[in-house]
Nanobody, 123 residues
Framework: QVQLVESGGGLVQAGGSLRLSCAASGRTFSSTAMGWFRQAPGKEREFVAAISGTGGLTYYADFVKGRFTISRDNAKNTVYLQMNSLKPEDTAVYYC????????????????WGQGTQVTVSS
């Protein structure tokens, strides 16, 4: 079992930044691929970013490339999502997810999910 707890969401103006964190427990973190997904009201959950166990491989959805950065600190069992140049359309509940390696970009490939953190971007 893996427990995931997200934090760092909030209200920010367009063009601003937020950093989300996801603390993991329950298994060897370095052997766990991590992903960030989001779901806006009335929309399906979508992939945002993913990172391999060592952090050497990262993947991004096209709509966040150049604005968001996923990273991890295996000593702290934590994965981060740095979000810059935020837009109103980034408003959503953001979820972190975990799975055994290798890294994946499809939600149904992930076994464990956090409770989500709300990000609201005002125009």
């Amino acid at each position: 079992q893996v427990q995931l707890v997200e934090s760092g969401g909030g209200l920010v103006q367009a063009g601003g930044s937020l950093r989300l964190s996801c603390a993991a427990s329950g298994r060897t973190f370095s052997s766990t691929a991590m992903g960030w997904f989001r779901q806006a009201p009335g929309k399906e959950r979508e992939f945002v970013a993913a990172i391999s166990g060592t952090g050497g491989l990262t993947y991004y959805a096209d709509f966040v490339k150049g604005r968001f950065t996923i990273s991890r600190d295996n000593a702290k069992n934590t994965v981060y999502l740095q979000m810059n140049s935020l837009k109103p359309e980034d408003t959503a509940v953001y979820y972190c997810a975990a799975r055994s390696l290798p890294v994946a970009v499809r939600g149904y490939d992930y076994d464990y999910w956090g409770q989500g953190t709300q990000v609201t971007v005002s125009s």
